[in-house]
């Protein structure tokens, strides 16, 4: 292989890993998609280097439209990860999407800005090998990949979304970390009214590993358990200063009492970004807060106070 082959080569690769950072970026940003900044390296890692197995003649077979998409689900799944599938199809739209935006952008840079020939030869994700390519049409991308993950989201929250705001939350308790899918409920201003501490309010079976088997089978009845029965089981001393009541109104109901625990911690993730909660209380329901599972708790908005 010639030098100028290699230094091609090179640059294949650091303009496909660059472009497929922002991109999975773009889209955790965007889609509100739990990652971390090692996954969203190694899923652009994953992009730039099919990008570059694609110039192997004994790999032509890589370029066609099956083992592009393959690639591109392989780079969604190291970078966000599968929760279920319908998490796994919500990351890889995102993916397409910021995809499709930036590669239009860098596709109308090159013929606004530029009348030489040039050769696109692969797509994955936005993986791109051009001959001639210009630092001007990479920026095109990342600024608009840059646009769409700092405003993207809050923009469509305002005017475009319908959908529930929903976040990944991880509660510890006694060194057990729960994972739980969660809808931020702007309405929930459930709080412990000695120590102020916002309530996440969740559905008991959740914390079943961890909760007394005693509370958990009378959560399981038909009949809900009076407050003193469910504390009864909490006697045991380590249960014992982490429980709390906490007095709630709904319709129907004015003078409700719910039973917290007091948790080590509880991380909220909410696309690249995560909040650490240490004052927070669990409010445990014993019945499902979403008919169809989309989330099994309820976040109070002051848990994601920057």
């Not at 292989?1 to 991109?23: A, E, K, Q």
């Not at 994953?46 to 570059?52: K, R, T």
């Not at 308790?173 to 916002?198: C, H, M, R, Y």
């Amino acid at each position: 292989m010639s030098p100028n082959t290699d230094v091609f080569i090179d640059m294949v690769f650091l303009i496909n890993f660059t472009m497929d950072f922002f991109i999975l970026w773009a889209a955790a940003r965007l889609g509100r998609l739990a990652t971390t900044f090692k996954r969203l390296l190694l899923g652009a890692f994953i992009g730039a280097l099919y990008a570059v197995l694609i110039f192997v003649p004994s790999l032509s077979f890589i370029s066609t439209f099956l083992v592009k998409i393959f690639c591109s689900l392989i780079m969604v799944f190291t970078a966000f990860g599968f929760y279920n599938f319908r998490r796994f199809l919500k990351s890889a739209a995102y993916f397409y999407l910021v995809s499709f935006v930036m590669g239009g952008a860098v596709l109308g840079s090159m013929y606004l800005f530029d009348d030489s020939l040039f050769i696109l030869e692969t797509w994955n994700g936005i993986a791109v090998n051009v001959i001639n390519f210009k630092t001007a049409w990479l920026l095109a991308g990342l600024i608009i990949a840059m646009i769409i993950g700092l405003w993207g989201a809050s923009y469509i929250r305002r005017n475009l979304q319908q959908g529930p705001w929903i976040v990944r939350a991880y509660m510890e308790l006694f060194g057990q970390v729960i994972e739980a899918d969660a809808l931020v409920d702007t309405g929930n201003q459930l709080n412990d009214p000695i120590s102020k501490d916002p309530v996440m309010v969740v559905e008991h079976n959740i914390l079943a590993s961890v909760l007394p088997p005693q509370l958990v089978a009378m959560f399981n009845k038909k009949d809900i358990p009076s407050l003193n029965e469910q504390i009864e089981t909490l006697t045991d001393s380590k249960w014992s200063t982490r429980v709390r009541l906490i007095p709630f109104s709904s319709l129907g109901n004015q003078n409700g009492m719910l039973l917290g625990i007091k948790p080590e911690k509880v991380l909220i993730q909410d696309g690249d970004k995560t909040y650490c909660n240490t004052k927070v209380i669990l409010g445990l329901y014993h019945r499902k807060l979403c008919p169809q599972g989309t989330y099994q708790a309820l976040v109070h908005p002051d848990m994601l106070a920057e």
